[in-house]
C-alpha cells in the first residue's frame, strides 16, 4: 500500500507517473483512493470551484467514409441511398439555431469522402467564415488531414497550415480510439496510424494550432495498451513549444457499441461498467499532469456518472453537444439543455461557466 500511495503522491506533485506504474494503480489502488487523488490534482490544477461547459454544435458535413470503422453505425458508402454531403442552406440552418441558444462553435467532421480533397474545405471554411465571422471551427481530426494530405500531394504542415489560413480554428483528438495499431489494425485499419496521429499533433501544436485529445475504450485494448495511450499523449504534449496550447483537454469516453459490426464479430466484449469507467477517468487525470482539462463523458455515460466524474478528476463537461450523431447510432442517446446542464454541475456542488474552445470564460 505505500507503494501506492507514493505512486499517488507523485501525480499531486505533478510527476510523470510511469507505465508500470499506472497498470500499478489500475490493479490494485482502490477506486476511492484514485478519485480523492485525482479531485485533489484537479483542485491545485484548478483552484477555483468551477466546472466548465461549451455550447456549440456537432455537424457531420458527410456520412460517406470509405474507412468503414467496426464500432461505427453512421458511416455509408458513397452509392447508397442514404448518402449525403450537405448543401450551403444545410450549414446555415444549423448554425442559425446553434446562434439563437448562445452558441458560436462547431465541430465539423466528415469522415474520410474520397471525392472530397482539400480545395473543397478550404472552401467551405472560407464560406462560412464569411457569413459567420465570428463562427470557430473546431473542424476535422488526424484522421482525416492525413488522408487529406495524402489525397492532394501536400505535406501535413502544408496541409494544416492551407486549412488555418481558409478558417480552422482548432483541431479535435478525433480518431485515437487506441494508440495502438493492434487494435488499430482491426477496429479501424484504414485509418492513419499510431504514428501518423501523433505525427499530425506534433506539428498542429508547433505551428500554435491548439488540439484535444481523446481515448475511446472498453472494446479490444488491453489495460497496458489503455496506459501507453495515456504515456504517448502525456509524452507528446511534454514537447510542444513553450507558447503553444497543445492538447488544451483530454476526453475519456467507452464504446457505444449497440448494433455494430464491432459487437457482431466480437461478441464477448463487456459494456464498460461505472466503476470502471471512474477508475480510468481518475488514472487519467493522474497520469496526465500536463494537460489541464479533463471532461466528463455525460453523452456516454450520463449525468449521474458525469456528476461523479466530477469528484473523480474532471473539470470540464464538455459540450451541450446538439447533433451527435455517431454515438447516438450506436445506442447512447443522452441528451442536456443549456439549463439542465446548468442545474447538474450544481447540484454537484461547482459554479457552472460557459467556456470557449481556448477554455476562456465567457
Not at 464498460?272 to 487525470?285: C, D, G, K
Request: proline share 3%; charged share 20%; with cysteine.
Amino acid at each position: 500500500m505505500n507503494r501506492i500511495n507514493n505512486i499517488l503522491n507523485k501525480a499531486l506533485n505533478l510527476e510523470f507517473i510511469s507505465p508500470t506504474e499506472g497498470l500499478l494503480l489500475f490493479n490494485e489502488a482502490s477506486l476511492s483512493d484514485l478519485m480523492f487523488y485525482a479531485s485533489t490534482l484537479r483542485k491545485s490544477i484548478h483552484p477555483e470551484n468551477i466546472v466548465t461547459y461549451i455550447i456549440d454544435r456537432n455537424i457531420n458535413l458527410s456520412n460517406i467514409c470509405f474507412s468503414n470503422c467496426l464500432f461505427c453505425n453512421f458511416c455509408r458508402n458513397k452509392n447508397s441511398d442514404e448518402a449525403y454531403v450537405l448543401q450551403t442552406a444545410d450549414y446555415k440552418q444549423k448554425i442559425d439555431e446553434l446562434y439563437k441558444i448562445g452558441g458560436n462553435q462547431i465541430l465539423l467532421q466528415g469522415g474520410m469522402n474520397p471525392d472530397l480533397g482539400i480545395e473543397f474545405y478550404k472552401s467551405l471554411f472560407k464560406n462560412l467564415k464569411e457569413v459567420y465571422p465570428d463562427l470557430k471551427l473546431h473542424a476535422l481530426g488526424p484522421p482525416e488531414i492525413v488522408y487529406i494530405s495524402k489525397k492532394s500531394g501536400y505535406t501535413i504542415e502544408e496541409t494544416l497550415t492551407q486549412l488555418i489560413n481558409s478558417g480552422l480554428d482548432s483541431l479535435p483528438g478525433a480518431g485515437a480510439e487506441i494508440l495502438s495499431d493492434r487494435v488499430r489494425k482491426i477496429i479501424s485499419p484504414a485509418k492513419c496510424s499510431v504514428n501518423e496521429w501523433l505525427e499530425v499533433m506534433e506539428i498542429a501544436h508547433r505551428i500554435g494550432l491548439t488540439t484535444s485529445a481523446t481515448m475511446m475504450f472498453g472494446h479490444l485494448e488491453t489495460i497496458e495498451e489503455r496506459i501507453n495511450h495515456l504515456v504517448l499523449i502525456r509524452d507528446l504534449q511534454s514537447q510542444k513549444p513553450a507558447n503553444s496550447k497543445g492538447f488544451i483537454s483530454f476526453t475519456l469516453w467507452p464504446l457505444a457499441g449497440q448494433n455494430t459490426r464491432l459487437l457482431k464479430k466480437f461478441s464477448d466484449i463487456k459494456p464498460v461498467s461505472n466503476t470502471e469507467f471512474l477508475r480510468m477517468l481518475a488514472i487519467s487525470r493522474l497520469m496526465l499532469v500536463n494537460i489541464s482539462n479533463i471532461q466528463a463523458s455525460w453523452l456516454t455515460m450520463g449525468s449521474d456518472i458525469a456528476q461523479l466524474s466530477l469528484n473523480a478528476g474532471a473539470n470540464d463537461m464538455s459540450s451541450i453537444m446538439i447533433e451527435e450523431n455517431v454515438v447516438s447510432q450506436a445506442g447512447k442517446n443522452f441528451n442536456l439543455g443549456v439549463e439542465e446542464m446548468e442545474k447538474l454541475i450544481a447540484d454537484a456542488g461547482f459554479l457552472p461557466k460557459k467556456r470557449n474552445q481556448q477554455y476562456e470564460l465567457l
